[in-house]
């Protein structure tokens, strides 16, 4: 689009002659107060990487950490980790173009703090009865089927979301059905060791590029960045083998990991996401599968799960 | 991945007793030389940025153009563009995270150069005999269908590869089949103002996030970027509305844009992708489809279009 053109479109879509539909922001955040759901403050991790070369302004990179029961063992840890400022003086070690950024310690030496859970590829996914019990509202995957009927995965059978993420599962019967989370662009997931390793939290990576729905099931999933995700995006790629930095001084410093639960009131960040079984959700999802003209003049008719992002916003600290 | 367990990764695979299947990158580059198809330096365009901040060194991203009949009116302005030294000192003027970096004239009052084509949404899908007899190589567009029935697309019915290019196609029986050319990571569209206008290839763009499917048959895909993406991935984001840059500082300087057909033959780059009509194609599918061990465990049966990207590499000038 150009400037002219965007122009244009703002000042349509702000004037009282305005007949265009609605696009999918528009829609979310029309959705009434009770629909934005706020994230606790200990589901919030706070990243916070040295300036850019020439820079002095901190970049911060705030990641939504699954809720219970979804990785359990593996958001424990970082829990841990976060508490113990584990992360403090690590760095962003890898950055391989659409595909990830990735941190940790690069010496691979430091110690762990005790009391780490270890994890097996059986937890990868879990027991949709667990997941029922710990969410009333859950969804019915079957939402993973639109309703032109169109399969709206091609990675797995049936699609749906828990708590501001989404979630595929197998096609079994509810008593032996097994669901997990899944990559999209901004996902965080857990770095490991060949297999049988699980990794522990303590390397862990976001997601810059494609959805890489072949890392589902392989890979702990353990969050999504919902704010700052361009810090990581941005960063300039390793020219090493799978994008790491070939010189230590590449890397970007982190200066702090922390849970936002355990900043001072004055810097906690708050988010909301929108609630995925409102009123409001299936008229985002439509909208994302057909997108509104006068720039659209043929709609899809469909979206892939990780072109239906959860919206989420930044909300007032007393809100 | 940690570094170790990367190093252990590369030892083994270069090892002796490797009995580990072969990666989709192995089996690309295995296939016999004559499957190795060269891009014509027609259908290259060499853009060159001018150094980052605090930099010396030019930046360059390498364009493969979609050859003939798709996009042919855009392709033929673009030509006629380069050819007139048109993008030289105009800018990369929006960066927006998780979609486009997009570049052409900021002013929007540099002068056009005579004899462009103007093209209609028509022009957006072309039809299937067209295509047929431009290429008699040309995939049954069923190859959409991996071996385990799962569709591999939720945007269209069918898909194929035409000349190194994945296509959609609709259901429609042969006679009536229209064809075009989808946006994937990477892609190079052609900006525009609201419909009805096309855009004349001026001002382009590349996908620098998760495939935005939805601008299919809503704008024209003249190409995608073979080398060089993360010149245009790794810019900082613009922090205006839809990633424009609020100050034209920000801009990245475009130097030139050439033909690699009209560079001196030194400066002129050489590549080749794998052919999608030869005996190694499907099994790189496959492999794509389902990952290797060690590191994967569990594969995943099946692979979107966008994430089977065909294969490109740098051929020496002489062979």
Same mark, same amino acid.
């Given at each position: 689009m150009s400037l002219a053109s965007l122009l244009a479109l703002l000042a349509t879509a702000a004037g009282p002659a305005d007949t265009s539909p609605p696009s999918p922001g528009q829609i979310a955040q029309s959705a009434? $107060? !009770?629909?934005w759901i706020a994230i606790p403050a200990d589901e919030l991790l706070v990243m916070t990487l040295a300036?850019?070369?020439?820079?002095?302004k901190a970049r911060r990179v705030v990641i939504q950490l699954m809720p219970s029961p979804l990785s359990g063992g593996w958001v424990a840890n970082i829990r841990r980790l976060a508490a113990a400022h584990w992360?403090?003086?690590?760095?962003?070690n890898r950055v391989q173009d659409n595909y990830v950024a990735q941190w940790g310690d690069?010496?691979?030496k430091k110690p762990l703090p005790p009391g780490l859970r270890a994890m097996t590829a059986g937890d990868y996914t879990l027991a949709w009865r667990t997941l029922a019990a710990a969410s009333p509202n859950l969804l019915d995957p079957v939402t993973a089927r639109p309703t032109d009927g169109?399969? $709206? !995965?091609?990675?797995?059978p049936r699609i749906t979301w828990y708590r501001g993420f989404p979630l595929a599962t197998d096609a079994a019967p509810v008593a032996s059905r097994r669901a997990w989370p899944i990559h999209c662009y901004g996902s965080v997931g857990v770095g490991r060791n060949l297999a049988p390793d699980t990794g522990s939290g303590a390397e862990l990576y976001a997601v810059i590029g494609h959805a890489p729905r072949h890392l589902d099931r392989n890979i702990a999933v353990i969050g999504r960045v919902i704010d700052g995700v361009e810090q990581l995006s941005s960063l300039p790629r390793g020219t090493g083998d799978l994008g790491f930095y070939e010189q230590p001084a590449e890397r970007t410093t982190i200066t702090s990991v922390r849970l936002a639960s355990e900043l001072p009131a004055a810097e906690r960040p708050h988010f909301a996401y929108l609630s995925t079984s409102g009123a409001t959700w299936p008229r985002y999802v439509a909208a994302r599968q057909n997108r509104e003209p006068p720039f659209f003049e043929q709609p899809a008719g469909a979206a892939d799960v990780c072109n239906i992002p959860v919206p989420v916003r930044a909300e007032p600290a007393n809100r």
């Open positions: 009434p $107060a !009770d629909e300036p850019a070369a020439g820079q002095t992360w403090d003086g690590t760095s962003v690069a010496t691979e169109r399969l $709206a !995965d091609v990675y797995a």
